[in-house]
């Protein structure tokens, strides 16, 4: 079972960036898909992005795509959420998954398997 510690949220301005890492305690990173999702109060969780698990494929929510870039480091076990031309829109909880489902798991947060505990970004307008 992985275990997934993400780190990085804070709080900035309209216009500022962040960079979100989420390391995991697997040895074997490299067989999960990994995404990261962001859920406000009294909303769904919400499909940020995803990458593959060589990070040779990526893909993007619309609201993000252009702004945000996901990466992994699977030699230390990281992934990464680089997020810029932030929005007070983009303020939620941010989460890392694991998906061990074999296949790319979509956008549905149903097909992760793992969750780190997340880390607030507030963007102040």
């Known amino acids: 079972q992985v275990q997934l510690v993400e780190s990085g949220g804070g709080l900035v301005q309209a216009g500022g960036s962040l960079r979100l890492s989420c390391a995991a305690s697997?040895?074997?990173?490299?067989?999960?898909?990994m995404g990261w999702f962001r859920q406000t109060p009294g909303k769904e969780r919400e499909f940020v992005a995803d990458i593959s698990w060589s990070g040779g494929s990526t893909s993007y929510a619309d609201s993000v795509k252009g702004r945000f870039t996901i990466s992994r480091d699977n030699a230390k076990n990281t992934v990464y959420l680089q997020m810029n031309s932030l929005t007070p829109e983009d303020t939620a909880r941010y989460y890392c998954?694991?998906?061990?489902?074999?296949?790319?798991?979509?956008?549905?947060?149903?097909?992760?398997?793992?969750w780190g505990q997340g880390t607030q970004v507030t963007v102040s307008s």
């Open positions: 998954a694991a998906s061990d489902l074999g296949r790319q798991p979509g956008s549905s947060w149903l097909w992760y398997d793992y």
């Open positions: 697997e040895r074997t990173f490299s067989r999960y898909f």
